[in-house]
């Protein structure tokens, strides 16, 4: 018979992201048009790293993958690829003998995606990788 181990402490916390999306689904209507601009875009002409994530999460929780994709392929990317693997994770550590991700080398994946996310933040402010920019019209300000 297989041992079982706890579920992880963090399954509260993933369960009230999954609940702030279904929020987030609801309230989306209701800010379309009050998100503000970009503070640091409208000031020095460089794109953040949150640039286009709330709209981002806006297309997600609309099942808009593409648009989603073009306004924030870093943050769309780790909802699409990161979620699961901390739901898989987090099942691992209550059934230790399946294969997967061990959840012990968490701060490996924390600096992988913080250093994924500065060279996002960097490359979308080049020219050359433009297409990793905001598309949406209200981010840019126009």
């Known amino acids: 018979m297989r041992k079982r181990g706890r579920w992880p ?3 509260l916390l993933t369960s009230m992201a999954v609940l702030g999306f279904i929020f987030f689904r609801f309230l989306s209507p209701f800010l379309d048009e009050r998100l503000p601009a970009c503070p640091i875009l409208k000031h020095t002409g460089f794109y953040c790293p949150g640039c286009g994530g709330t709209r981002a999460a806006n297309f997600l929780v609309h099942f808009q993958f593409r ?3 073009s306004d924030h392929a870093w943050f769309t990317f780790l909802v699409l690829g990161g979620f699961p693997l901390l739901v898989w994770s987090m099942i691992k550590e ?3 003998s399946l294969r997967g991700p061990h959840r012990g080398l968490a701060w490996r994946w924390i ?3 913080c250093c994924s996310l500065l060279v996002f933040t960097i490359l979308r402010n080049f020219e050359l990788f433009s297409y990793l920019a ?3 019209r209200s981010v840019q300000g126009k």
Do not use: E, K, Q, V
């Open 9 to 11: 402490g963090d399954i």
């Open 67 to 69: 648009d989603a994709f």
């Open 94 to 96: 209550r059934y230790p």
């Open 111 to 113: 600096a992988l995606y």
């Open 134 to 136: 905001p598309t949406s």
